[in-house]
């Protein structure tokens, strides 16, 4: 029978960071992932000679991250380098103005406050000098924030909160799009503690961080580093059971047979690993009622393009109106039907920090984004991309005849490759637990799970932030807790 001290369920961020982070303290540790490769939503493919991004591609802030804490504690720095590049070209919003003009902005990674991002403010948003003092307020609250003071907004929505700026529409409008993009919840019932966290990131560490050879090749590279150090990486296994003895997880089974470890680390999703891996009734009924109702973020569907020819001109670009942003009536609305002017849509453009992602100088690989249902069987997916692509005609027209390749996706292949659908309506989120009001800080769940030797690493547990800097945020707290455990 094989042994180890930690089995690590998913190399996802959170699983591939913890799995490296216990290696690197000693530990000997097993990952299992159930795909091809380390990454996650975040996996790199080849394609044809071109390399993209199956999901998101973007990591913010660009510096001072949690991923750069991780690859200097590893020492793997150099194997996974990153990219923020110099140029005005990370940022490119265009936004519909209510005359129904668009306008557009391209900011460098580093902008908060200065003179160019001001000038842009009044020239697409018609920012006054009031709205950029509501808005230079807002960052200021947020970069003065102490522990104390970041509970509190756990509490607290952050459309009411960033209405206590006093900012006007246009600016309200941004904001709440780029909120809608970096957690993909509604506004309204987003925490205001992530808001205000990432705010002070933002200004601090600036917007957009790419890795060479792609955004998941961090987790790649936590991987082999878990080889390096006589551990183990198994893929395409699925791990089927979290084995129990004696009131504790005691391992896993795969296909395999059964692996044994002193601690069990899952980064497969609270639902899926107390309810289906592990079995409700090895928890309390409470904590069990309580996973029951956890609510997932919203989903994210869109198409991966190869273009072949640079028709967009930035690394990120948020497209919206006034109408665009979500909160839950809006979002509700949608999902009835009745869609805004303008959906919300994202444009990742991962060749814009990373050209050699195609083998032909000159062309583009594209992820559009726009926001769904998290449930593997809705509908809305298809929907969503029609009304993208009708955006897209509006904002770059022609850019049509430039398609070589088009692959949409939506929740039912998010839940596909990485989370396994549980309950009904669930399994395709974006992100993980939405960081809504009652599901962060003190309100998230515990990474310790009730079950003595089982815990949680990545989205759903352990971490605050946006996305993957939450699931590498998690691995640290959760490598701390393994080591204070197991000695
Ligand atoms: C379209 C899209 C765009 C996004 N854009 C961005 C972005 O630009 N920037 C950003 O920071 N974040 C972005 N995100 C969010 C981000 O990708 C996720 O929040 C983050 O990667 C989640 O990491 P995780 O470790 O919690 O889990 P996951 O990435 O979901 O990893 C879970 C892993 O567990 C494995 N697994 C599950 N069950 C089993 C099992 N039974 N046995 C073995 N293995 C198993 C899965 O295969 C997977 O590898 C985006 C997400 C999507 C879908």
């Not at 940022?91 to 908060?112: F, L, N, V």
């Not at 395999?256 to 680390?265: E, I, M, P, Q, S």
């Not at 100088?361 to 926001?371: D, I, K, M």
Request: hydrophobic content about 40%; proline content about 6%.
């Amino acid at each position: 029978m094989e042994s180890h001290d930690v089995v690590v369920i998913g190399a996802g961020y959170g699983g591939a960071s913890v799995a490296g982070l216990l290696a690197h303290a000693g530990y000997r540790v097993a990952l299992i992932d159930k795909t091809p490769r380390a990454g996650g939503k975040t996996q790199t493919l080849p394609r044809k000679g071109y390399r993209y991004e199956m999901f998101g591609a973007v990591g913010i802030p660009a510096t001072g991250s949690r991923f750069h804490e991780l690859v200097d504690t590893l020492g793997i720095a150099e194997r996974a380098p990153f990219l923020i590049p110099e140029g005005d070209n990370v940022a490119g919003i265009r936004y519909k103005a209510t005359s129904g003009e668009w306008r557009a902005m391209s900011s460098p990674a580093h902008q908060t406050g200065s003179d160019t991002e001001i000038a842009n403010l009044r020239r697409v948003f018609g920012a006054t000098d009031a709205d950029l003092e509501a808005m230079a307020s807002m960052f200021m609250t947020a970069l003065a924030l102490q522990p104390a003071d970041v509970e509190a907004l756990d509490e607290i929505g952050s459309l009411d909160w960033l209405r206590g700026f006093g900012l006007s529409t246009p600016l309200l409008s941004q904001w709440c799009a780029i909120l809608n993009m970096l957690f993909v919840v509604p506004v309204d019932r987003l925490a205001a503690s992530e808001t205000a966290l990432i705010l002070a990131q933002m200004a601090t560490g600036g917007t957009g961080r790419y890795h060479v050879g792609g955004y998941g090749r961090v987790a790649e590279v936590c991987a082999d580093y878990v080889v390096e150090q006589g551990g183990t990486f198994t893929t395409s296994r699925r791990v089927r059971r979290v084995v129990v003895d004696g009131g504790r997880a005691v391992g896993v089974e795969t296909d395999d047979g059964f692996l044994a470890a002193r601690a069990v680390v899952s980064n497969a999703g609270i639902q899926p690993t107390v309810l289906a891996l592990t079995g409700e009734t090895h928890f309390p009924a409470d904590y069990v009622a309580r996973v029951r109702e956890l609510e997932p973020s919203w989903a994210i569907a869109g198409v991966r393009y190869v273009l072949d020819a640079e028709v967009f001109d930035a690394a990120l670009i948020p497209v919206f109106s006034d109408q665009s942003w979500l909160d839950d009536e809006r979002f509700a609305a949608m999902e009835r039907g009745e869609w805004p002017d303008v959906p919300m849509l994202a444009v990742d453009v991962p060749t814009v920090f990373d050209p050699s992602l195609t083998p032909v100088p000159g062309h583009q690989v594209a992820v559009t984004q726009v926001f769904t249902s998290p449930d593997p069987r809705s509908p809305m997916a298809d929907e969503a991309i029609r009304r993208s692509e009708l955006v897209l005609d509006e904002v770059w027209p022609g850019w049509r005849v430039h398609v070589i390749r088009r692959e949409p996706y939506g929740a039912r292949h998010i839940s596909r490759m990485t989370r396994d659908a549980t309950l009904p309506g669930v399994g395709g989120e974006a992100v993980g637990l939405a960081q809504v009001v009652g599901q962060v800080g003190t309100s998230k769940p515990d990474p310790r799970t009730p079950l003595p030797g089982l815990y949680l690493v990545g989205c759903d547990a352990g971490g605050r932030g946006a996305g993957t800097h939450q699931a590498v945020d998690s691995a640290f707290h959760v490598a701390g807790m393994v080591r204070e455990d197991l000695g």
